[in-house]
């Protein structure tokens, strides 16, 4: 390991996150962004917001994306040689208002707070979700548009993955994007600790599935759509646990060798 990633292990595993990590090149990223408008014409907005889970094993341009070579050298540095790819997900908020929507009105403009039910991501721990012992779930936001405070970046509070699992409860404010609509009641997160992951279009960002975090709504006239792929060590395994009762159903090899078989429906 260079002292570069060494590093990045080093901070990663103190903070529980890494942002303004530099994927895609330039020719990269604007094929990506073109291939995702063809599913956008082909599906949707409505749909491509939030339904176009595990593609990987449909486009073969969303596989290589899980499998990029300055990903898999971080996913590497962080989790070990031996990765599984667990899951993939794209996640789009689009613009809350298009340009010629916008009125001069004051009651018409959007309030950032949520209370117009746009959507957002409620404080939440992913390991909420991920019936998984063993060892980590590492989670990448890998940005096709570039991602900042006005159209809804992640943020987060770090050192969180330390404090273990959090209580979760059924999220008051309208439109959580999150398909079980929990949320951390807001009395147990330190909101003056957050921390904003900007992210320029082609960057990633990982975090813990430990790690406290959410996005708040897109009130810009711009989109902001990432990738999401989630990676665990070889040594993971999927637990039955009634609270967390997520399919793994398109796990893969990311790189390395399985020694342990965990995942028995797992591609190659």
Same mark, same amino acid.
């Given at each position: 390991?260079?002292?570069?990633?060494?590093?990045?292990?080093?901070? +990663?595993?103190?903070?529980?996150?890494? /942002?303004?990590?530099?994927?895609?090149?330039?020719?990269?990223?604007?094929?990506?962004?073109?291939?995702?408008?063809?599913?956008?014409?082909?599906?949707?907005?409505? +749909?491509?917001?939030? /339904?176009?889970?595990?593609?990987?094993?449909?486009?073969?341009?969303?596989?290589?994306?899980?499998?990029?070579?300055?990903?898999?050298?971080?996913?590497?540095?962080?989790?070990?040689?031996?990765?599984?790819?667990?899951? /993939?997900?794209?996640?789009?908020?689009?613009?809350?208002?298009?340009?010629?929507?916008?009125?001069?009105?004051?009651?018409?403009?959007?309030?950032?707070?949520?209370?117009?039910?746009?959507? +957002?991501?409620?404080?939440?721990?992913?390991?909420? +979700?991920?019936?998984?012992?063993?060892?980590?779930?590492?989670?990448?936001?890998?940005?096709?548009?570039? /991602?900042?405070?006005?159209?809804?970046?992640?943020?987060?509070?770090?050192?969180?993955?330390?404090?273990?699992?959090?209580?979760?409860?059924?999220?008051?404010?309208?439109?959580?994007?999150?398909?079980?609509?929990?949320?951390?009641?807001?009395?147990?997160?330190?909101?003056?600790?957050?921390?904003? $992951?900007?992210?320029?279009?082609?960057?990633?960002?990982?975090?813990?599935?430990?790690?406290?975090?959410?996005?708040?709504?897109?009130?810009?006239?711009?989109?902001? $759509?990432?990738?999401?792929?989630?990676?665990?060590?070889?040594?993971?395994?999927?637990?039955?646990?009634?609270?967390?009762?997520?399919?793994?159903?398109?796990?893969?090899?990311? $790189?390395?060798?399985?020694?342990?078989?965990?995942?028995?429906?797992?591609?190659?």
């Amino acid at each position: 390991m260079t002292t570069s990633m060494a590093t990045l292990q080093e901070t +990663y595993n103190q903070q529980g996150f890494l /942002s303004a990590l530099p994927v895609l090149s330039e020719t990269e990223l604007r094929e990506a962004r073109q291939a995702f408008a063809e599913l956008e014409d082909e599906f949707g907005e409505e +749909y491509t917001q939030y /339904s176009l889970h595990n593609v990987h094993l449909k486009y073969p341009w969303v596989m290589n994306l899980t499998k990029h070579p300055h990903v898999l050298q971080v996913i590497k540095a962080v989790l070990g040689p031996d990765v599984i790819l667990l899951d /993939s997900r794209f996640i789009c908020k689009y613009p809350a208002l298009k340009p010629a929507d916008i009125k001069e009105s004051e009651q018409d403009v959007v309030k950032p707070d949520g209370e117009d039910g746009l959507p +957002y991501v409620a404080w939440h721990q992913d390991m909420r +979700y991920w019936g998984i012992a063993g060892g980590p779930v590492l989670s990448v936001w890998l940005a096709l548009d570039d /991602s900042q405070r006005e159209n809804g970046a992640l943020q987060v509070i770090p050192g969180t993955h330390h404090s273990g699992m959090l209580p979760h409860r059924q999220a008051i404010r309208p439109g959580n994007m999150l398909s079980v609509n929990q949320e951390i009641p807001e009395e147990l997160v330190d909101a003056e600790k957050t921390v904003y $992951c900007p992210l320029l279009a082609g960057q990633m960002s990982i975090h813990d599935g430990l790690l406290v975090h959410a996005s708040d709504p897109n009130t810009s006239q711009r989109r902001r $759509c990432g990738f999401v792929i989630r990676y665990v060590p070889t040594c993971a395994y999927p637990i039955q646990d009634p609270d967390r009762p997520r399919k793994f159903q398109a796990t893969m090899l990311a $790189c390395g060798m399985d020694h342990f078989n965990h995942f028995s429906n797992k591609s190659t």
